[in-house]
């Protein structure tokens, strides 16, 4: 995941919806899921990405990749961490969890929805609740839990 571009979608998709404070992004990989510090909202969804193993050439798309969002509002400063889940390779028996690489379009879709939870749960702003869906890979192999950092916390959802 490239932190520039994260943080370039998340500030256009923002720009003048967040009542004029001042907001940024970082990536946080300790963040837990149900487990946000006081004062932090939490969001949990699913995007599609791409995944290469640091051991072998091999690749792989998948439909379920979960991303994590924990954001706090203080004062006029909002600051917003993200975790992207992993994955690993099948095919290596050291594999490790490798970060996923997530289409521009749909880093897109993340930012847009993140906007509009930011809205409702740190502004209290009366929206419908609703997501737009990620744009989906061919993907034709089934899931695989045991190589899916989502499935291990308990997350990965269909
Ligand atoms: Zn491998
Ligand atoms: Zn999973």
Same mark, same amino acid.
């Given at each position: 995941?490239?932190?520039?571009?994260?943080?370039?979608?998340?500030?256009?998709?923002?720009?003048?919806?967040?009542?004029?404070?001042?907001?940024?992004?970082?990536? +946080?990989? &300790? =963040?837990? $899921? *149900?487990?946000?510090?006081?004062?932090? #909202?939490?969001?949990? @969804?699913?995007?599609?990405?791409?995944?290469?193993?640091?051991?072998?050439?091999?690749?792989?798309?998948?439909?379920?990749?979960?991303?994590?969002?924990?954001?706090?509002?203080?004062?006029?400063?909002?600051?917003?961490?993200?975790?992207?889940?992993?994955?690993?390779?099948?095919?290596?028996?050291?594999?490790?969890?490798? +970060?996923? &690489? =997530?289409? $521009? *379009?749909?880093?897109?879709?993340?930012? #847009?929805?993140?906007? @509009?939870?930011?809205?409702?749960?740190?502004?209290?702003?009366?929206?419908?609740?609703?997501?737009?869906?990620?744009?989906?890979?061919?993907?034709?192999?089934?899931?695989?839990?045991?190589?899916?950092?989502?499935?291990?916390?308990?997350?990965?959802?269909?």
């Amino acid at each position: 995941m490239d932190l520039e571009e994260w943080r370039y979608n998340f500030q256009s998709e923002a720009d003048g919806l967040l009542h004029g404070d001042t907001w940024n992004l970082e990536f +946080d990989y &300790s =963040i837990q $899921p *149900e487990r946000s510090q006081r004062g932090w #909202k939490e969001y949990i @969804t699913r995007t599609s990405a791409r995944f290469w193993c640091s051991l072998c050439p091999r690749g792989w798309p998948s439909n379920r990749v979960m991303v994590l969002f924990h954001m706090r509002l203080k004062g006029r400063t909002g600051t917003v961490k993200v975790r992207g889940f992993g994955q690993s390779c099948q095919n290596c028996s050291d594999a490790q969890m490798e +970060d996923p &690489s =997530i289409d $521009p *379009e749909n880093i897109t879709i993340l930012m #847009k929805n993140l906007v @509009t939870k930011i809205r409702i749960k740190c502004y209290k702003e009366g929206l419908d609740v609703f997501e737009y869906h990620q744009i989906n890979l061919e993907v034709n192999s089934s899931h695989d839990p045991d190589n899916c950092e989502g499935c291990r916390e308990g997350i990965c959802t269909n």
